[in-house]
């Protein structure tokens, strides 16, 4: 577990030290991709939480991580299309996607308690993750003012899940 | 009297009549950026809460006591009757973070 999260927050800064390394940011066609492909994994995670989990608290958060991760993405599409902007596919995305796939398949061997607790475990890790890529690298990063916005409003409604599910966590114990 | 003079005798009847429950308010509460505005609502029974999500995220009022659930679509605007009086702490089910107050007088 512990490995994995580390690993999902070493993703993350992929971006953090290669654009230092070369002195230069993920452009926005990156940041967009990067930002729906979070948004894709945690959707995936969810949609196995509503099948699997136990728990009807973590069952109705799996719900409301859907409904809102879809409505951001829905908003991302609309964007990168009125701007005419092609999200390009890069190393963050493809680390994440990648870890992304592994914890799902360690999740789905999991039943019953084990599996709550695990998949909302991994929310809170997860969320902490993104939200610390988007509020020191993406958001800085963003040059397009209503990308920026967007990112800012993932952000806050994203710290909102976070919360959330340490909540949802704390209520397992 | 001809037929005619009866239909402005009976528009003004007919309004008269509506001015008396047309007292009651239409009050906006707005839910912007996660956040329930005003936070604190001071309304009376009878009077017309305008629920207006100004967000891309599905919301809802949900009344802590029961006495409301009124559903709030994204960039949508729903209207509700308040029913009872009380003081009433709401949230919304989806973004627990977000509370507000109404109260209702008789």
Known sequence: MFVRLSAAMAALS???SAALAQGAKPTDPQIAHIAYTAGVIDIAAAKQAIEKAGNKDVKTFAQ???????????QALDLVKKLKVTPEDNDTSKTLSKQATEKLAELAKLKGAEYDKAYVANEVAYHKAV???????LIP???NAELKSLLQTGLKIFQGHQQHAEQVAAKLK | MRPGRCLPVLTILLFG????PAQAATIQITATDLVFAPAEVSAKVGDTIEWINKDMFAHNATA????????????KTVTSVLKKAGTVEYYCRY???MKAVL????
Request: charged share 25%.
């Open chain 1, 141 to 143: 990063s963003a040059s």
């Open chain 2, 64 to 75: 802590r006591n029961g006495d409301f659930d009124v559903n709030m679509p994204p960039k």
């Open chain 2, 95 to 97: 973004h627990p973070n």
């Open chain 1, 14 to 16: 992929i971006l953090g």
């Open chain 1, 64 to 74: 409301d991580m859907v409904r809102d991760h879809e409505a951001v993405n829905k």
């Open chain 1, 131 to 137: 939200n610390g890529a988007l509020e020191t690298q």
């Open chain 2, 17 to 20: 009549a509506m001015e008396v």
């Open chain 2, 103 to 106: 109260t209702v007088t008789p």
